[in-house]
C-alpha cells in the first residue's frame, strides 16, 4: 500500500454536536499545560503536554519555495471562511493546542492579514516576494517548531511524517457499464422544516457497491448517480476527497465529498476493505476544508496542506523543511483542507501535490516529495 493511502480521505467535517458545544468553542486556557485531544465529533481521545510539542525556533536562512498566486488566492479564501462562518462552524472558533504557547484567534487572524495584504502588495508591485525570505519572516513573526506526538511511535520526536495527496483525473460514464460500475452518488436535497432523513449513515460501502442504490436494488431512488468509474476511480475519489471524471461523452467535471456514512476511517486498514462512503457533489474547483459542501474552502496545489484543524487548527501557516537531495529547504504552506487522517493526529501534515491524469505522473512526482519534515508554524508578532 502506497504511502498516500493515509491522505487526506475527505475534507468535509460534521460540526460539534449540540451536547458538546460549550466543550468545543473555546478552547483550553492556557494557565495549564496539558491539552486535551479531540476528535473530529468534539469527543475528548487523550492529554497531552502543549509545551513539549512548540518551541521558539528562527527559520534556518534558505530561500522558501511556494507559488505566491496560488497562496494567496487560499490564503484569501480561508480568511473568508472564518470571516462567513465564525458564528455557525466551531472550528474556526477553536485556538487548539496552540494557545497553550499564548497564540489567540485574533493573532491567527492577523496573520492571515498581513500575508495577503504582503502578497498582494509584492505581486501587484511585481518585486521579489518576501514571504520567501527568512530573514523577513523571521523579523515579522514567531516562529514555532512543531514537534510531533505519536502515540504510536514515541521515536518520532523530531520531524512529522509529510504525506501527499492529489486530484485524480479518471474516465467515467454518466450510466453504469461493464467497465464503469462503481459509482459516486448525491443525496438527495434537504426538505426544509422535515428532519433530515439519516438512511444513509446505515449502509457501508460494500453494501452499496453491491448494488443497493441501482435498479432492483431495495434504496433505489434514493439518490442520485452523479459518476461512474471503475472500482480505482473510486478509491481514489473516496481517498482524496476531490476527483475530476471525463467522462465517455467528452465532458468532464470535479465531484467533491460532501457527507460521509458515520463510519469513521479505519487506520491500518486497506482501502478496499474501509467500510467510510463519502456522497459527493459536483463542483467548480478543488476543494478543501469547510462544514458543509456549499461553504468549502478553495485550495490549490503545492500551498495546501491537510491537517487537524480541531487541535492544530484552520488557517495556521506552516513552513516544512527537508533534507532531501543533499540540503536543506523550506517551503510555505496554510493548513486549509483536513480528512479522516486526522482525527485526531498531532505528528502528520498532507501535502496537495497537483492533478495528475494518471498513478504513474503522480508516483513520479511523489518521489520527489520527502516522507519527514521539519514543521514550523508562523504568527505575526
Same mark, same amino acid.
Given at each position: ?110 496573520? *492571515? ?32 517548531? #512543531? ?33 464503469? +460500475? ?15 432523513? $439519516? ?9 452499496? *457497491? ?18 461512474? $468509474? ?47 462512503? #463519502? ?11 469547510? +462544514? ?17 484543524? #480541531? ?15 543533499? #540540503?536543506?529547504?523550506?517551503? $510555505? ?44 508554524? *508562523?504568527?505575526?508578532?
Amino acid at each position: 500500500m502506497m504511502f498516500l493511502a493515509v491522505g487526506c480521505q475527505a475534507a468535509t467535517v460534521p460540526s460539534a454536536p449540540a451536547a458538546v458545544s460549550a466543550t468545543v468553542t473555546p478552547s483550553p486556557v492556557a494557565v495549564s499545560s496539558l491539552y486535551t485531544v479531540l476528535d473530529e465529533f468534539g469527543q475528548p481521545q487523550f492529554q497531552v503536554d502543549g509545551r513539549q510539542l512548540f518551541r521558539d525556533r528562527p527559520l534556518p536562512p534558505h530561500r522558501i519555495r511556494t507559488a505566491p498566486m496560488k497562496l494567496l488566492q487560499v490564503l484569501r479564501s480561508t480568511r473568508q471562511y472564518f470571516q462567513d462562518f465564525s458564528e455557525t462552524d466551531p472550528i474556526t472558533q477553536r485556538e487548539g493546542i496552540l494557545a497553550i504557547k499564548g497564540v489567540t484567534l485574533p493573532q491567527v487572524l492577523d496573520t *492571515l492579514d498581513f500575508m495577503i495584504a504582503t502578497l498582494t502588495a509584492d505581486i501587484s508591485r511585481k518585486r521579489p516576494i518576501r514571504l520567501q525570505d527568512p530573514a523577513f519572516i523571521n523579523q515579522h513573526f514567531r516562529v514555532m517548531q #512543531w514537534l510531533p506526538y505519536n502515540p504510536r511511535n514515541p521515536n518520532q520526536t523530531e520531524e512529522l511524517r509529510l504525506t501527499n495527496y492529489a486530484v485524480f483525473t479518471h474516465r467515467g460514464s454518466r450510466s453504469r457499464t461493464e467497465t464503469y +460500475n462503481a459509482a459516486l452518488y448525491a443525496l438527495l436535497p434537504h426538505v426544509p422544516a422535515q428532519p433530515e432523513d $439519516l438512511f444513509y449513515k446505515q449502509l457501508t460501502k460494500q453494501q452499496i *457497491l453491491a448494488g443497493i442504490f441501482e435498479p432492483g436494488g431495495s434504496l433505489y431512488g434514493r439518490v442520485k448517480p452523479l459518476a461512474y $468509474l471503475t472500482r480505482r476511480g473510486l478509491e481514489d475519489a473516496l481517498m482524496q476527497g476531490t476527483i475530476l471524471v471525463q467522462f465517455t461523452d467528452g465532458t468532464e467535471e470535479f465531484f467533491n465529498v460532501d457527507r460521509h456514512n458515520g463510519i469513521p476511517f479505519a487506520k491500518g486498514v486497506d482501502p478496499y476493505e474501509q467500510r467510510r462512503y #463519502w456522497y459527493f457533489r459536483q463542483v467548480a474547483a478543488i476543494k478543501g476544508y469547510g +462544514n458543509t459542501v456549499e461553504n468549502k474552502i478553495n485550495i490549490e496545489p503545492e500551498v495546501t496542506f491537510a491537517g487537524d484543524v #480541531w487541535n492544530i487548527g484552520l488557517g495556521r501557516i506552516v513552513v516544512v523543511e527537508d533534507t532531501q537531495g543533499g #540540503w536543506p529547504k523550506l517551503r $510555505l504552506g496554510v493548513i486549509a483542507d483536513t480528512g479522516g487522517a486526522f482525527m485526531p493526529n498531532l505528528y502528520q501534515l498532507d501535502f496537495l501535490a497537483g492533478i495528475f491524469p494518471d498513478r504513474a505522473s503522480y508516483q513520479a512526482a511523489a518521489r520527489r516529495l520527502p516522507h519527514y519534515v521539519r514543521a514550523y508554524i *508562523l504568527i505575526k508578532k
